[in-house]
């Protein structure tokens, strides 16, 4: 276990005592043929002369990474500015893993730090890992060591703080067009990325179920909201527990809890197939193909579960006695209306699909950016404050940018089980949406919407976190 977890995290690298102690020097030791820039034979040739042992490919990975001007090969400021650049995310790694900000890494840390990676370790385990590290014998282990250690090696890619800042499903705000989550090796060799998404899917569950009476008041105004027909949040309430009593407000709540988990699985499913297709540099997946991958993965899953979404749409607007279950609603659709009833309002849904996800991922990425520029110099960890204000804000801003296509999908939905509504495409209903109620028209039903946002997302939260206490995925 010490052997692959070693290899895993902390790959092999020593720095000897009479090592160069600035970059001008050790660029000079490595030059070997003096034409000022040290290419990757001497790159190799140079860290094995001075007895730093590196990983395989690495010194290829370095060259690749710093060589600016493409000529195969570093000068000294490139060579400098890989340097200072990796320094920089060692600092941060370092921050993050010196849980008591000592100054210093004890075992502990290393084993909390691996725990959170889903790797549990013994004591003895830690210390042999921390042993390869400490130079000076204390075990511990403080910034120049750290830094002398893995300054050229390239296996350090601050797991912990992509974890952090991992775009979790946790943040379930009732609807299913953001982006998969990203799992790191270890988390799908281990076992725990199927846990993490049992318990998201809980707690969308629970969060659903906890603002569902907000859900089928969109709904409601989506639907039957109009310039003529202005409907209240409270007159709204009254109309529906009038008709249907307390309990009427969680219709169609059961449907929409449902489809949470043949989503998630086949959305997961198909975004590691797609992001494998998309990838090109080593497996690497940049932000432009992890967009098309979920955007991808989005329509896979709502091509499959659509049928859930009509019937969802359907039994939110029942009258009482109209369907006495989700298999009766889908048994009178098929006899009614037949097999494309199923899938009425599907291209504004997977339209939708686009400017969601798109908005959704670039307002994150831009928030943790800027959180990163300005705080990162203290600590990588944000907080689970800022992680949720960021999941929130983008989440909203995708909503808002593709609600009024949902507002088209549900009337489409909606539009035969409601007497005297004529079958319209999706352009003439927008036209007709436009001429008599205007712009604002595509928006009804979008403070229901907004009001549930804060309340689900920390019902997910809550609710996640206890999941995962369950399960024994430690934090």
């Known amino acids: 276990m010490y052997q692959v977890v070693r290899k895993l995290v902390f790959t092999d690298s ?282 991808l993965a989005g329509a896979t899953a709502q091509t499959a579960i659509y049928p859930m979404e009509v019937m969802k749409t359907r039994l939110t607007l029942r009258k009482t006695g109209q369907y006495s279950g989700m298999f009766d609603c889908a048994k009178k659709i098929m006899k009614k209306e037949g097999v494309k009833a199923f899938y009425k309002g599907y291209v504004p849904n997977i339209l939708g699909i686009i400017p969601y996800a798109g908005i959704d991922l670039a307002v994150y990425e831009s928030l943790k950016n800027a959180w990163l520029a300005r705080y990162a110099k203290d600590t990588a960890n944000p907080g689970i404050l800022v992680l949720l204000a960021c999941g929130t804000i983008s989440s909203t801003c995708g909503q808002l940018a593709s609600y009024p296509l949902a507002l088209i999908r549900t009337r489409m939905q909606a539009a035969a089980s409601i007497e005297g509504s004529e079958q319209v495409t999706m352009n003439r209903l927008v036209k007709k949406i436009l001429e008599k109620e205007g712009f604002f028209g595509l928006y009804r039903g979008i403070l229901p919407n907004f009001m549930k946002v804060i309340p689900a997302v920390s019902i997910s939260y809550v609710v996640y976190e206890y999941m995962r206490t369950g399960l024994g995925i430690s934090k």
């Open 14 to 295: 020593y720095c000897a005592s009479d090592a160069p102690k600035t970059y001008e020097e050790l660029f000079e030791k490595l030059d070997a043929n003096k034409d000022g820039k040290v290419d990757v034979v001497e790159l190799k040739e140079g860290l094995s002369a001075l007895g730093i042992a590196f990983g395989k490919g690495d010194a290829q990975k370095i060259v690749s990474s710093g060589d600016q001007d493409n000529d195969e090969g570093l000068d000294i400021n490139e060579f400098s500015k890989y340097l200072k650049e990796h320094e920089k995310k060692l600092l941060l790694t370092f921050k993050s893993l010196d849980k008591n900000n000592d100054g210093r890494i004890d075992y502990m840390e290393i084993k909390q730090s691996l725990a959170d990676l889903g790797m549990d370790i013994s004591k003895e385990e830690a210390e042999k890992i921390l042993q390869t590290i400490d130079v000076d014998g204390t075990m511990t282990v403080d910034w120049n060591e750290w830094r002398e250690h893995f300054l050229f090696n390239t296996a350090t890619n601050l797991q912990d703080i992509i974890r952090y800042w991992k775009h979790s499903t946790v943040l379930d705000i009732g609807d299913s067009l953001t982006i998969p989550d990203e799992f790191t090796e270890e988390e799908k060799t281990t076992g725990v990325w199927w846990k993490q998404l049992a318990a998201g899917a809980m707690a969308g569950a629970v969060s659903r179920t906890g603002t569902a009476p907000l859900d089928r008041m969109k709904v409601f105004m989506q639907v039957h909201g109009s310039k003529t027909n202005k409907i209240s949040l409270v007159g709204g309430f009254k109309q529906m527990i009038k008709e249907g009593g307390v309990s009427s407000l969680w219709r169609g709540n059961g449907t929409n809890v449902l489809k949470i988990a043949p989503e998630t699985a086949i959305k997961f499913m198909a975004y590691e197939q797609y992001k494998k297709m998309l990838s090109s540099e080593g497996g690497k997946v940049q932000t432009h193909e992890r967009f098309i991958a979920g955007s």
